[in-house]
């Protein structure tokens, strides 16, 4: 039997966690700005590219869950004002090819979320490196591109020209509540689920709200609807006792405050595009 000391910090740490959640919730309706990635010049084939360079090249750096989410948010406002940022850079950049201006953009948007998320972030050497190593394999040698050293000086210089000018076009704001942070205190919300379940709920969660990353269509959630549908979908394929399973599933809902029949549409997309 529990004692009441555990009982007591047990109901402390749920409302504490139903605080910051509600804070979150708060900060995200004031900062957080719809993805739109049709509303842009680039077409649909160079976006894509811009999306897989940009996870492969964060996983392959090993950044946190909230670096890989406000990189996809920058993208998205990059993306979204692509003429803007095009007309902030200098000429010699704007008159390089389309593949010269899109592995700068995604460098950047790596870059400058990692600058602002991360205690030690990843180099710009290293991101490039590695965004030049996909290209590689994609499409052709680095070389037909990065001639000689002042070459790779002169992208590394656009490179921090374009952090500036992304982060003028955030209105220099990119404290944006992601899935993962929700996820993080919603994992932990219910008092009563059994500690086993937790370790496996999170990294499947995380798993999840990382690969929905990828996909438009999840990419125009708030990110708390989003964290809302990927702990529900999870905890379904999880945890097999359907009394721990509802009793979980309640108490997310009754924090997050969305209609249950809002998020079972989400989840069904999760569904088709990941079982």
């Given at each position: 039997?529990?004692?009441?000391?555990?009982?007591?910090?047990?109901?402390?740490?749920?409302?504490?966690?139903r605080s910051f959640i509600?804070?979150?919730?708060?900060?995200?309706?004031?900062?957080?700005?719809?993805?739109?990635?049709?509303?842009?010049?680039?077409?649909?084939?160079?976006?894509?590219?811009?999306?897989?360079?940009?996870?492969?090249?964060?996983?392959?750096?090993?950044?946190?869950?909230?670096?890989?989410?406000?990189?996809?948010?920058?993208?998205?406002?990059?993306?979204?004002?692509?003429?803007?940022?095009?007309?902030?850079?200098?000429?010699?950049?704007?008159?390089?090819?389309?593949?010269?201006?899109?592995?700068?953009?995604?460098?950047?948007?790596?870059?400058?979320?990692?600058?602002?998320?991360?205690?030690?972030?990843?180099?710009?050497?290293?991101?490039?490196?590695?965004?030049?190593?996909?290209?590689?394999?994609?499409?052709?040698?680095?070389?037909?591109?990065?001639?000689?050293?002042?070459?790779?000086?002169?992208?590394?210089?656009?490179?921090?020209?374009?952090?500036?000018?992304?982060?003028?076009?955030?209105?220099?704001?990119?404290?944006?509540?992601?899935?993962?942070?929700?996820?993080?205190?919603?994992?932990?919300?219910?008092?009563?689920?059994?500690?086993?379940?937790?370790?496996?709920?999170?990294?499947?969660?995380?798993?999840?709200?990382?690969?929905?990353?990828?996909?438009?269509?999840?990419?125009?959630?708030?990110?708390?609807?989003?964290?809302?549908?990927?702990?529900?979908?999870v905890a379904r394929c999880?945890?097999?006792?359907?009394?721990?399973?509802?009793?979980?599933?309640?108490?997310?809902?009754?924090?997050?405050?969305?209609?249950?029949?809002?998020?079972?549409?989400?989840?069904?997309?999760?569904?088709?595009?990941?079982?």
């Amino acid at each position: 039997m529990k004692s009441d000391t555990y009982i007591e910090e047990a109901q402390y740490k749920q409302r504490q966690i139903r605080s910051f959640i509600t804070a979150m919730k708060k900060l995200e309706a004031k900062r957080w700005e719809p993805f739109n990635l049709h509303k842009s010049p680039l077409s649909s084939l160079n976006i894509h590219i811009i999306q897989n360079y940009m996870i492969d090249t964060m996983e392959h750096a090993k950044v946190t869950h909230q670096t890989m989410y406000v990189g996809t948010y920058l993208m998205n406002i990059g993306i979204k004002n692509w003429d803007d940022l095009m007309n902030k850079m200098p000429s010699n950049y704007k008159k390089k090819e389309l593949d010269w201006k899109l592995i700068v953009f995604v460098v950047t948007c790596i870059a400058l979320a990692a600058n602002y998320e991360e205690i030690e972030p990843p180099s710009i050497r290293v991101l490039l490196e590695h965004v030049l190593s996909l290209r590689q394999v994609s499409h052709e040698p680095p070389d037909a591109l990065i001639k000689t050293k002042k070459h790779l000086s002169l992208m590394k210089k656009h490179i921090n020209d374009m952090q500036v000018s992304l982060w003028s076009l955030s209105n220099f704001q990119v404290e944006v509540p992601s899935s993962f942070s929700f996820i993080t205190h919603l994992v932990e919300s219910d008092a009563n689920l059994p500690s086993k379940y937790y370790k496996k709920l999170l990294r499947n969660c995380n798993k999840t709200a990382l690969k929905a990353l990828k996909l438009s269509k999840f990419l125009k959630l708030r990110p708390s609807l989003a964290a809302t549908a990927i702990c529900i979908y999870v905890a379904r394929c999880i945890i097999k006792d359907l009394e721990v399973q509802n009793a979980f599933i309640t108490c997310i809902l009754s924090i997050m405050k969305y209609s249950r029949k809002r998020v079972e549409i989400i989840i069904q997309q999760l569904s088709d595009n990941f079982s």
